[in-house]
């Protein structure tokens, strides 16, 4: 059983298009998150949230819009796509909030725009 | 501002050569999280350890060993008799509560190749 699932695993698009990547993780979890891993492999945070409440937005452009129904659930949508925003996006989720335990990070979703 | 700076590159070895992979990190912060994770050409992300502030204890794991020093803001890995299976990206990281949440600050990530 997969702990932390995104959907889908790969996504090609052209520019200008909306897309969302779905994350669900099984673990009990409160706290989820959103990273973004570069061309370069650099990964950095984009998003927090705590039982469905956003915590952390790092500066990230407002066509990103992360969506949480339930606490098990965290979902991005991204709109006007545009070339620089390929990259993989991981979900994570960790125990609790300010907890310094493991993140546990979802297989990513590699998206290509063109 | 939480730095963590991996300034390995790219390492490549031959199986069953020793390998230390370096990790420096800055922090203001008195008690704070180390974290090594493991990234194989699959993708996914891998957990390996976490290592709080207060405990300056070496940690061995089978082939794969973690040196803490304080002292020199150092948390490096070593990993003993390579494996090809060992072939990943690594990523250092150190966890900073921000806004009452925690975020992990990754390095940039050192890729081993291990050659048959």
């Known amino acids: 059983d997969t702990a932390v699932s995104q959907t889908p695993k790969y996504l090609v698009t052209q520019m200008g298009n909306d897309k969302s990547i779905k994350c669900e993780q099984n673990?009990?979890?409160?706290?989820m998150y959103w990273y973004k891993q570069d061309s370069k492999k650099f990964l950095k945070i984009m998003f927090s949230?705590?039982?469905?409440?956003?915590?952390i937005n790092e500066t990230v452009p407002n066509r990103f819009s992360p969506k949480s129904p339930d606490k098990a659930h965290l979902n991005l949508h991204i709109n006007s796509l545009e070339l620089g925003d390929s990259a993989v996006y991981f979900c994570?989720?960790?125990?609790?909030?300010?907890?310094?335990?493991?993140?546990?990070f979802g297989e990513g979703s590699r998206l290509t725009v063109l | 501002a939480q730095k963590v700076t991996q300034a390995q590159t790219e390492i490549s070895v031959v199986e069953k050569e020793d390998v230390t992979l370096d990790c420096v990190y800055e922090?203001?912060?008195?008690?704070?999280?180390l974290f090594w994770y493991k990234q194989p050409p699959s993708g996914e992300l891998v957990f390996l350890i976490r290592r709080n502030s207060f405990d300056e204890q070496n940690e061995i794991s089978g082939r794969y060993s973690w040196n803490f020093q304080k002292s020199t803001s150092s948390f490096n890995f070593t990993i003993t008799a390579s494996q090809v299976v060992d072939s990943a990206v690594y990523f250092c990281?150190?966890?900073?509560?921000?806004?009452?949440?925690?975020?992990?600050?990754f390095g940039q990530g050192t890729r081993l190749t291990i050659n048959p």
């Open positions: 994570a989720s960790s125990t609790g909030l300010a907890n310094t335990g493991e993140l546990f």
């Open positions: 673990l009990g979890h409160d706290t």
């Open positions: 922090t203001r912060d008195t008690t704070y999280y």
């Open positions: 949230y705590n039982n469905k409440e956003l915590i």
């Open positions: 990281a150190l966890s900073e509560v921000l806004q009452g949440a925690q975020k992990l600050v």
